[in-house]
């Protein structure tokens, strides 16, 4: 039928997107990743992003004959909002930006509390009560305090778990813990810092608070490849508009929400000792194998631009996100409905980053 594409025409034209948006993304972090690192480094990779960039940074040690450790490892800034809920250290982190509605809401969407753990800590006057995190910030932090005892209980066994996981993955054989994010403040970054009592560095396409910060008596480094020291609504394309990668470098699963042990492999010594959970998908996820698709052009770019010493300067790369970022129809029609985000810890759902920016 006239109008319609052949299955195989369709993916090669997805793939021929990835290897022309995504592929220089990846190949110029990949590369300043291995130019600023030693082989004895491991490069632990964070989030939902870091699935794909941890992909791409292996692919560009294969194509430039190049050998260094890395791993994917799961966190989310609600799940380690929740685990710290007991300290705080965190309130920092986990208690700025803007939130109105109960009590209740904030501990589930923000803290990702369920009922019953709400009901196991709080009263239902608490829970049922009014806040706003701008005007009752502090009288928030003295119901947390007054409950510490009752969320260390709670939150224990999850917190019991993932340090075990930590520790499974590698993570403290590291006196310094090198991470890797797409960026931008370093939340997730300073909040292992607390978690772990460890010093830490963090390698971003985008560092919004680059240089050296002081967390609780470790230090915090954040460096930025692309740029440094820009935030969001500033005028920088690539961060106000950072939706766009961020919807397409996901993993295949939803928000990582909690982790338990497996209580059929506990005494394993490898990863099938735990649970893993997680929330909702949106529809990148959904569609992973549109995706795939996607990042398969990206992944060969990447491959082929380390063996053929292909780079790209700052300023050639941000042209190149300019153009995809500002102009309409430069992202396929048929490929507009992967580019969904959650927005959960903020309360806004759902985004389209291309409707949202009325490029659709």
Known sequence: MEGILHPAKTAARFTAFGTTFIGPVLSFFSQRLVENNTENTSLFFLAR???????????????????????????????????????????????????????????????????????????????????????????????????????????????????????????????????????????????????????????????????????????????????????????????????????LLTAPNGQFRDIRFNTFNKSAKNLKQFDFYYGRKVASQKYFYILEQVMAGALDYVEHAAKHNITFTKSELEMLLNSYLSKPHMIPHSLAHIFDIDDDVTSNGTVNALQFFGLA
């Open 49 to 247: 992003e870091g699935y794909w960039l941890e992909k791409a940074f292996k692919q560009y040690l294969s194509g430039s004959d190049k050998k260094q450790s890395s791993c994917y490892l799961l966190a989310s800034r609600a799940f380690l909002f929740k685990l710290l809920l007991g300290n705080s250290q965190s309130y920092a982190y986990s208690l700025k930006g803007d939130f109105k509605g109960s009590f209740y809401d904030l501990m589930r969407t923000r803290f990702l509390l369920s009922n019953s753990e709400i009901e196991d800590i709080f009263s239902d006057e608490i829970s049922g009560r009014h806040v706003e995190l701008a005007a009752d910030k502090k009288s928030i932090i003295e119901i947390l305090a007054n409950h510490k005892k009752a969320i260390d209980k709670v939150i224990a066994p999850t917190k019991c778990a993932y340090l075990s996981y930590l520790e499974a993955m590698g993570v403290n054989k590291q006196s310094t813990l090198h991470l890797v994010d797409l960026g931008y403040s370093g939340t997730i970054q300073s909040l292992l810092s607390i978690l772990l009592n460890k010093n830490t560095y963090g390698h971003y396409l985008i560092a919004s608070n680059p240089g050296v910060h002081s967390i609780e008596g470790c230090t915090a480094t954040m460096k930025g490849y692309l740029k440094e020291g820009v935030k969001i609504g500033e005028g920088y394309l690539p961060l106000d508009r950072s939706m766009f990668l961020e919807s």
